[in-house]
């Protein structure tokens, strides 16, 4: 601040000069602008936890469903191994999830993210769900023991979330 003395000895003050203001004004330009961007940022993302939670819990549906039912069609009941493993997909009359009795039926399922008591919210009606079933082990080599079962669950925005897991045959 700039000031001068005045006749009768008191201090007086004059105000800011041109190029305080100017400094002022710079510093402050830049402060708000870290601070939109910051804002900015943090809206942007705040939905992915949200996404990613319905994904999970949609993709994990699916894999308890899958993994509720027999190794594969000929499958004894009460349990025990059938030494093969075969991927036929759905058999004649099967004609959705809950026409399912073995894991391979999953396989080529693609559909519109529902749960398996046909609720259709609309939470995750945008949701895609593609399920693929494969013989493998858990390092991906060829397996009669073992199927591999793929849940990739497709957001709105397009992100892909991918759970898999393993049913055995024993």
Known sequence: MNGHMAESGRYVAAGFSLIETVITLVILAIALTAVTRSISFGVGQSANPLWQTRAVQLAQSY??????????QDSPLGGGSVGRCVIDGPEGGESGRSDFDDVDD??????QGRFLDGAL???????????????QDGVGNVS???????????????QRLRLSALRGNF
Not at 63 to 72: E, G, K, N, S
Not at 106 to 111: I, Q, W
Not at 121 to 135: E, G, K, M, P, R
Not at 144 to 158: A, E, F, Y
């Open 63 to 72: 894999l308890d469903d899958a993994l509720a039912l027999h190794f594969q």
């Open 106 to 111: 999953f396989h080529g399922l693609s559909e």
């Open 144 to 158: 009669s023991r073992s199927k591999l079962i793929q849940v990739t669950v497709s957001g709105p925005d397009n």
């Open 121 to 135: 919210l609309a939470a995750v009606a945008l949701y895609q769900v593609d399920v693929q079933v494969s013989c």
